[in-house]
């Protein structure tokens, strides 16, 4: 009776107009959301360096058109924390409602910030949505935890990422690969210049550096609490010993570094680096498919584990169109479109849901999916390195653009 007197109400509401944030945020009524939603157009707030990715969104967003009648715009990012710094701005001003972002692709010392600034649609919505059910939170630890922060259900998983390394099996052997960032470094005085990364904070570049300090430092238990500012210079002195050396073996010297992942990767399509990186396990298979590289490009990892991590989707306090979000994000977990993202001819973007979760037909077409010749299986993944705590990427890029910065 009260489900029933609810729908009244908002039905009402919607025909008079003024439905709003409580309507919005009613995620168990979904009815209702999906009514509201009708007609609002979804200001998806999401990385545009990828042309295959850029058109995956395009793709989910002619289907919310088609099927819901939600317009998605995506505004294309070159970094994540501005439209973080956009929120902020929005609520330094007053304006609780009617913001420019409804909906970013997220993850780590971002969603950290808005998390601690209380800039997040809530409480829990992410484990209400109806795809929740196919959700693997069980065996994924890293869909509940972002970079050591619960996520309190405040972002809906999108995909899976690995830290993986590729080569051109026709230019580098395998017998010459490195197995560590130890390794790596021996790898780069017997290869000077043929190896690089993108300039901190870009995501790909930073991931790097953790990479690193995660297998040097002496506590690796002190990574998953805040930096202490007395121990900082001693904890993070391996990394910078190592840099230290690396930098001068460099592509360029360590004077000028790629400008972002696709702009590294085109280096190494050119010839320029015989080793590259990214934090899609399948990205090698998806750029032979896109005709970016050769069929020859092998992928690889360190057996001694690689950085892995989910990424989210969350909704800011003040989003103009919660209810086109909401249903953006459940349909972004549908067995449907995390199929065609895992595709590595469309994106190879590892799926978050659980295969043993899913209905037989889909369950089928998963264990049907062709990954491609450059992406290793799930076994041969290596371990996955927890993420340090947000707090360390700050500190880390800080002090990385202090010494190494191409300006200096």
């Not at 990574?223 to 230290?244: M, T």
């Not at 306090?317 to 979000?325: E, L």
């Not at 209905?359 to 062709?370: N, V, W």
């Amino acid at each position: 009776m009260i489900r029933r007197a609810r729908q009244f109400i908002t039905a009402v509401m919607l025909a008079l107009g003024l439905a709003g944030h409580a309507a919005a945020t009613d995620v168990e009524d979904w009815n209702s959301v999906a009514a509201e939603a009708r007609g609002q157009t979804v200001y998806f707030n999401a990385w545009g360096g990828s042309e295959p990715i850029n058109a995956y969104i395009k793709w989910a967003g002619d289907q919310m058109k088609a099927r819901y009648g939600v317009t998605v715009v995506h505004v294309k990012l070159d970094d994540t924390a501005k439209a973080v710094s956009t929120v902020v701005a929005e609520k330094a001003a007053g304006k609780d409602a009617g913001g420019a972002v409804d909906l970013i692709w997220i993850n780590g010392e971002n969603f950290a910030a808005m998390k601690r600034e209380r800039l997040l649609f809530g409480p829990d919505w992410a484990t209400k949505l109806p795809n929740w059910v196919y959700v693997d939170h069980e065996t994924k630890p890293t869909i509940l935890t972002d970079f050591t922060i619960p996520t309190g259900g405040l972002e809906s998983p999108w995909g899976g990422a690995k830290l993986v390394f590729f080569h051109d099996s026709a230019r580098t052997p395998g017998g010459e690969l490195p197995d560590s960032a130890a390794g790596l470094l021996r790898w780069a005085e017997a290869n000077p210049g043929r190896f690089s990364y993108p300039q901190p904070p870009d995501f790909i570049g930073s991931s790097f550096l953790k990479q690193v300090l995660i297998e040097l430092i002496h506590d690796r238990t002190k990574l998953q609490r805040p930096v202490d500012e007395a121990s900082f210079a001693a904890d993070a002195a391996p990394l910078f010993a190592y840099l230290d050396k690396l930098t001068p073996l460099l592509w360029r010297k360590g004077k000028a570094y790629p400008q972002n992942y696709p702009d590294m990767k085109q280096k190494f399509a050119d010839g320029e680096l015989d080793i590259v990186f990214a934090f899609n396990p399948a990205e090698g298979s998806a750029a032979i498919a896109n005709g970016e590289l050769p069929d020859s490009v092998r992928s690889f990892v360190f057996s001694g584990g690689t950085l892995g991590n989910t990424h989210f989707v969350a909704i800011p306090y003040n989003a103009s169109a919660k209810a086109g979000a909401l249903l953006l994000a459940n349909f972004l977990l549908s067995p449907e479109a995390q199929l065609r993202k895992q595709d590595p001819k469309i994106w190879g973007d590892p799926t978050v849901l659980s295969l043993a979760k899913l209905p037989a037909a889909e369950r089928q077409a998963f264990g049907e999916l062709e990954l491609g010749v450059a992406t290793l299986r799930p076994d041969q993944l290596g371990p996955a390195l927890d993420e340090p705590h947000p707090d360390w990427m700050t500190r880390i890029e800080a002090e990385w653009t202090r010494r190494y910065g191409a300006a200096n």
